[in-house]
């Protein structure tokens, strides 16, 4: 029977009962069965091929030398392939092999010691199961109660217990010391600028023309045919450096610009001379979690969100009909210039966007 | 080492190590200095049980193991600054376009650094392997219930693990600054802004400013390689510590005692066999690397607020929480108090909460049900314990139509359904899908502890039927011997708890409300067998 170096306990001999270790717990509704049955203890062992047969042994030991002479051999093939296959600048093709011979080498050598190690340890290696012995996890009962006196003496030693106005003020200390840490990650966002006022306004302003994104030509009203949807930046946008704030104002400022047959749309009195001559003009931030509402069905006159499919209902102020945002995609007033260039009223006349606490 | 760690039973002579030799004098010098004989001898031969269940846990720690590897070796290469630049590499179609060093030097780990894209490769499946393999590991301890006394605060450690990689896996994703890394981040502004009275600011000092600002991966690179890694490594040894501390757990077996843990020392067989999985597992996340692409950031594109394609997807275990806010109705905002609560959002990110404060808290709610101040050693087989298998199989159904509802519209296109059926159906589903998994577990439970029973008492069915002399057909029952069949009776079972008035006559809500859940829990239940029942049956 095999033995255990810990304990030295013999496999046989495990005791079987299946409660407590002399300290009985409470064992909640637990059924304990007086006359449950009996722990049968270990089957006999069974021998393997390699114990028995010699051949076999020397056969498994063949292999597992042979494995890891192999793994030897892959990580000299994925230095090789890192010589041989080099990746040539514009060359898509020379880095796909470069990544696929270099990974299959280390794959090689990787395998193979694992294959190796564990057919070793399987086929090889001492096969007889030992047993530890379990001790209950809480401390003997003499630890526990030397924990609670030396605990007791460094109370008395101390004075902790006793002199509750040294204790008192240095819990307040401690819970004090770290507020300094949390003020100190304000710091995390300009000091001067307030969200609140940031996300009410949008880079519209009154005049402004609409332009197509990414290219920043300016749109005509004419050029907008019944049907076509234009993805639409501010004009002036294409003046932002990207360090001065263009992924910031474009994030808020991007719009969708519609045509649709002027008797199809069906306006609210108050935003009737928002539209000209059937061209709407919205916000492309969803006012779900705000991804770009990137797409357009023609039929229906739905505007769909990719990310969780909210859809918007381009005929009625973009009202959502399902989905789950909670508010119509602001529209932006339109007019045309001059030279019929499709420009700005004004700003949004209500934050783009997901919904924030202070946007009412 | 050898002498050190000989085992106390005489064994066939060990040759005495010639003294003087470099490894005993190397030995001895090192011990002197550092005591190392104790762990030696303490942890040695410390015995692990066998069984492929247990590698779950194993394969989260290599992939863990690996990730560290090929992640120190981006870090050598990534830039984690957004500030912008031209791309002059050589991935042609990307050339001279603005994007952030983040997203250009991402590019040129792909594209122009020998092994850099099989690292960037191995990182990420290594990290989708990692994810995956502490949810199964997760998965077996609940099922066979190793949760139990002493084991719960493990358990909680764990549980937090779970999440931390989650949180790994998306800072990690966001680092690039690709176009879909960028959209993420965008969703997660969005949900911020949602939570009620601190959500603006919040995104603000997040983004350090708007959405998206030139923060926010330098930010979560800080969190990336630094303090997620930094926590998740203590966490890990803690962890460890504990399974050494409880030692491992057992399923019941002939010989296996809630006293003794049976199976393979440390030296030498668990350690060949678990350091040669190790590398089983590199070797397998290698060879995955070398030949499928993941997250190919050039096809995507520098992050835009503007574009975007449809069906595309985060990483997988993303997927519930993209899910559940798919899920949420229309029309949700409401003002109040001239504020402006998203519903919308909070009610998906409060079902997600309550859910994961639910499995977090599962052990302690259920001793709190059996009242049982017992240590568990011996595993439960799932179908023992048949409300907790169910309640379980109820978890992973919710769990599993949240994810599935990632994926609505392309379940949506795939099998040519309408966006709208799709999600009404799995709106429905969330709520009925669980109580249907429950009842269908719970019954397939106890169909097999009755089936157990049989075989116990029984023997199998042979499938031999033999004709008696009286022209009776009977099929002949082959008898299980008393090793396989201790696996089929050792278990124990639970009644429902009787209340009973406390010392001073009354009866407190508590412990009415555990009657309550202690009936649900072990109303329907099949008594153990006996010693009895099977000497009778043997009579037969
Ligand atoms: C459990 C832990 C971790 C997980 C789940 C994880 C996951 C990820 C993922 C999914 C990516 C995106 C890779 C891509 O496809 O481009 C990533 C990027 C990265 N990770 Fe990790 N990671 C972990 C730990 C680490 C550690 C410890 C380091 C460094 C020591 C590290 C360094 C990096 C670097 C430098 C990048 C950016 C490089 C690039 O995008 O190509 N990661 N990580
Ligand atoms: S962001 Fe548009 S539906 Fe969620």
């Known amino acids: 029977m095999a033995q255990d170096g810990n304990s030295g306990t013999d496999i046989a001999a495990a005791d079987s009962s299946s409660t407590g270790h002399g300290t009985e717990h409470a064992v909640g509704t637990a059924v304990v069965a007086r006359d449950a049955v009996q722990n049968p203890g270990f089957p006999p062992h069974r021998a393997r091929v390699t114990d028995l047969d010699p051949k076999k042994e020397k056969n498994a030991e063949r292999t597992v030398y042979t494995l890891f002479y192999l793994s030897i051999v892959g990580s000299v093939l994925a230095i090789a392939a890192y010589m041989a296959f080099p990746i040539i600048p514009e060359d898509i093709g020379s880095v796909r092999m470069n990544n696929l011979m270099i990974g299959l080498g280390l794959a090689l050598a990787l395998l193979a010691i694992g294959i190796g190690a564990v057919h070793w340890g399987k086929a090889l290696m001492h096969d007889q199961e030992g047993i530890d012995m379990r001790h209950p996890v809480r401390g003997s009962e003499d630890t526990r109660a030397r924990a609670v006196e030396i605990f007791d003496e460094a109370n008395r030693e101390s004075g902790f217990g006793r002199r509750s106005l040294i204790r008192n003020s240095l819990i307040g200390a401690l819970i004090a010391f770290p507020l300094p840490a949390i003020v100190l990650f304000r710091g995390l966002a300009p000091e001067n600028e307030n969200p609140v006022d940031l996300l009410k306004h949008t880079m519209w302003e009154a005049g402004d023309k609409l332009a197509r994104d990414p290219s920043g030509l300016p749109i005509k009203a004419s050029d907008v045919t019944i049907g076509s949807v234009f993805h639409v930046i501010p004009e002036k946008l294409a003046s932002v450096g990207h360090s001065e704030g263009y992924l910031e104002e474009k994030a808020k400022a991007i719009v969708l610009l519609m045509r649709l047959k002027p008797e199809d749309l069906v306006e609210d009195e108050d935003k009737k001379d928002w539209s000209y001559d059937g061209i709407v003009a919205y916000s492309k931030v969803c006012t779900h979690v705000g991804c770009p509402v990137a797409l357009y069905e023609q039929q229906t006159h739905h505007l769909l969100c990719p990310c969780h499919q909210s859809q918007f209902d381009v005929t009625n102020h973009c009202a959502v009909i399902f989905g789950p945002a909670a508010r119509p995609l602001p529209q932006l007033p339109i007019a045309i210039d001059d030279e019929g260039y499709l420009i700005a009223q004004s700003d949004f006349r209500e934050p783009v966007g997901p919904s924030f606490w202070e946007r009412h | ?540």
């Open chain 2, 1 to 540: 080492m050898n002498t050190v760690t000989a085992p106390a039973e005489p064994r066939p002579a060990v040759p005495a190590k010639k003294s003087g030799g470099f490894t005993a004098a190397a030995s001895n010098y090192i011990d002197e200095r550092t005591s190392i004989s104790t762990a030696v001898k303490e942890l040695g031969r410390k015995i692990f049980p066998d069984h492929w269940s247990f590698l779950l846990g194993e394969v989260a720690l290599y992939s863990f193991v690996i990730i560290l590897l090929s992640g120190t070796f981006l870090t050598f290469f990534f830039d984690a600054s957004m500030a912008e630049v031209h791309y002059d590499g050589s991935y042609v179609p990307l050339k001279g376009v603005e994007m952030s060093a983040a997203m250009a030097s991402t590019l040129d780990i792909s594209f122009d650094i020998r092994g850099g894209l099989l690292m960037r490769q191995v990182h990420h499946w290594a990290a989708l392997l990692f994810v995956a393999s502490i949810g199964l590991h997760m998965l077996r301890i609940f099922f066979t219930g190793a949760f139990r006394k002493p084991r719960e605060l493990n358990w909680v450690i764990g549980f937090v693990l779970f999440i931390l990689a989650m949180a790994e896996g998306f800072t990690g994703y966001s680092l690039p600054d690709d176009l879909l890394s960028g959209n993420g981040l965008r969703i997660i502004d969005g949900m911020v802004k949602g939570i009620p009275l601190i959500g603006t600011w919040t995104s603000f000092l997040l983004f350090g400013g708007e959405f998206p600002g030139t923060a926010i991966v330098g930010r979560l690179y800080s969190l990336h390689i630094l303090l997620l890694p930094a926590i998740i490594l203590v966490l890990i040894a803690l962890h460890l510590l504990f399974v050494v501390v409880h030692k491992h757990t057992q399923y019941p077996g002939p010989g296996r005692t809630e006293q003794n843990v049976v199976g393979f020392p440390i030296l030498p067989v668990y350690a060949a066999k678990a350091g040669g999985f190790f590398f089983i597992v590199f070797g397998v996340v290698m060879l995955i690397a070398s030949l499928f692409t993941i997250n190919p950031v050039w096809n995507y594109g520098p992050y835009d607020p503007s574009p975007v394609s449809a069906g595309t997807q985060p990483d997988w275990y993303i997927g519930f929480a993209d899910g559940v806010l798919r899920l949420a109705p229309p029309h949700l905002d409401v003002v109040l108090f001239d504020h402006t609560f998203s519903f919308g959002i909070l009610i998906p990110l409060t079902l997600v909460g309550v859910f994961i404060m639910l499995v977090l808290f599962y052990p302690f709610i259920e001793a709190w049900i059996t009242g049982d101040k017992r240590e568990h050693h011996i595993l439960d087989r799932p179908r023992n314990a048949a409300t907790r298998t169910a309640i379980g199989a109820a978890g992973v159904t919710f769990y599993a139509v949240l994810w599935a509802a990632a994926s609505s519209d392309i379940i949506a296109t795939h099998f040519k359904l309408t966006m709208e059926g799709v999600i009404h159906t799995l709106q429905v589903l969330l709520f009925l899908g669980p109580v249907i998994a429950y009842f269908i577990a719970k019954r397939t439970c106890l169909a097999l502890q009755k089936k157990d029973r049989s075989i116990a008492l029984h023997g199998y069915e042979s499938g031999r039927i033999v004709r008696l002399p009286g022209g009776e057909y009977i099929e002949v029952h082959e008898p299980v011997d008393d090793f396989e069949r201790w696996k089929l009776v050792s278990h124990e079972s639970y009644q429902p708890l009787m209340i009973r008035p406390d010392s001073r006559g009354r009866i407190t809500v508590a412990q009415r409300a555990r009657a309550v859940l202690s009936r649900w829990f072990f109303e329907d239940r099949i008594d153990p067998i006996t010693r009895a029942e099977i000497e009778s049956s043997n009579h037969h």
